[in-house]
């Protein structure tokens, strides 16, 4: 037996996804944002710091990486942060980044 959306469900669901409408990203190529196998250290970083520009312009950078961290993406960057720099958030704590909610991330001591 399936379960079905309710109304109310499928809202909440649309406001949660709909901050991507405004990125920044979205009329960018993916392959800016996403390692290609067998990338190397010097193309990585120069990848990672295009992607970053683009990030810091965005409207909606902070949803971004809220959605990434609480998501545990593992690929990519999201709201201007490295997979690595997300694996420190996981592991260690970050005291730079907190985690508000699923959607929302505080910056603390900026």
Known sequence: MQSRLTDKDQDGMAKSWSWRLQAACRSED???FFPADGERPGAKARREAKAKLICAACP??????????????RWGVWGGLSQEEREAVWQRQ???????DTFTVQAVGL
């Open 94 to 100: 970050e005291p730079r980044l907190a985690l508000v």
């Open 60 to 73: 909606v950078a902070a949803e971004c990486a809220a959605y990434a961290l609480g998501t545990h993406e």
């Open 30 to 32: 993916t392959s800016l």
